[in-house]
C-alpha cells in the first residue's frame, strides 16, 4: 500500500537532523523531538492530508517558538489547533501573530478542510532558531545560512517528493526569505515559479488595519477567489 502525504510528511518530520554545526550560542528548535508535540502533528495530518492529491507548497522562514514550534504544525498555534481543527491539546492558550493572519485568510479562502486539500504549509527551514531566547531567522546570520544550505536543499527536494506541484510555489515574505528562496531555485530548479506573499507577522505588526486588504491579496493570487 503506498504511503499517503500525511504518512510521508510525519516519515520527514521524525527524520529532521541538522548534521552541520551551528553558529555558537545558536540553538536549534526541533519539536519533531517532542513526543506532545508529535502527536498533535500527527492528528493534524491525519486529519487533513491523509490522502495523495497534490498540492501547492507555501514557504515561510523557519519555525517560531510559540506558533509551529509548539504544536509542530506551520502557522498553527495551540488555540487555532484546538478551536479552528478540533484537535483538543493541553498547551498553552497563547496566540501566535502569523497564526491569527494565516487562519483568517484559510477561513475566507472556504475554511481548513477546503484549504489544506490543496495547499502545503512549510518553511524554508523547516527547523526553527533560538538565540538568547529569542526566535532568529535561518537568513540573520551568515554563518547559520552557510552551514544550513544543504539542510534547506535536502528539505525542500524530499518535500517534493510528497506529492508538491512543481509549476508554482508561493513564498512568505517579499524580502529576505524571497531572495534566498528564489536564488536557492534558480540553482535547484525546484519551482517553474515562485510567488511571493506578504509575510504574515509583518501584516500583523505594521499593517494590521489593512489586514483584510492583505487577505485578499492572499485569495486572489492562491485562487480563492
Not at 495523495?52 to 504544536?71: K, Q, S, V, W, Y
Not at 538565540?131 to 534547506?152: E, H, M, T, V, W
Not at 517534493?160 to 513564498?171: D, E, H, Q, Y
Request: glycine residues 8%; contains cysteine; neutral net charge.
Amino acid at each position: 500500500m503506498s504511503m499517503s502525504f500525511a504518512d510521508k510528511v510525519l516519515v520527514f518530520y521524525r527524520s529532521l537532523h541538522i548534521n552541520a554545526r551551528l553558529p555558537k550560542g545558536i540553538q536549534v528548535l526541533n519539536p519533531y523531538q517532542d513526543d506532545r508535540a508529535f502527536y498533535l502533528t500527527a492528528k493534524f495530518y491525519k486529519k487533513y492530508y491523509d490522502d495523495d492529491l497534490e498540492r501547492t507548497m507555501i514557504l515561510g522562514i523557519n519555525p517560531g517558538r510559540f506558533g509551529a514550534g509548539l504544536t509542530g504544525i506551520p502557522f498553527t498555534d495551540p488555540i487555532k489547533l484546538e478551536r479552528v481543527c478540533g484537535i483538543e491539546n493541553d498547551l498553552p492558550k497563547k496566540a501566535e501573530l502569523s497564526a491569527d493572519f494565516i487562519h483568517a485568510m484559510i477561513a475566507a479562502f472556504g475554511g481548513a478542510e477546503k484549504f489544506f486539500s490543496m495547499f502545503y504549509f512549510n518553511s524554508v527551514s523547516p527547523l526553527g532558531f533560538i538565540q538568547n531566547g529569542k526566535n532568529l531567522n535561518y537568513y540573520d546570520s551568515p554563518q547559520l545560512l552557510k552551514s544550513l544550505q544543504s539542510f534547506i536543499t535536502d528539505s525542500i527536494h524530499t518535500q517534493i517528493g510528497f506529492g508538491v506541484n512543481r509549476k508554482k510555489a508561493f513564498c512568505l515574505g517579499e524580502g529576505e526569505n524571497l531572495k534566498h528562496l528564489t536564488k536557492l531555485n534558480e540553482a535547484e530548479e525546484f519551482f517553474e515559479e515562485i510567488v511571493p506573499l506578504a509575510h504574515p507577522r509583518f501584516v500583523m505588526q505594521y499593517k494590521r488595519k489593512q489586514m483584510q486588504g492583505y487577505i485578499d491579496d492572499y485569495l486572489t493570487k492562491l485562487g480563492g477567489h
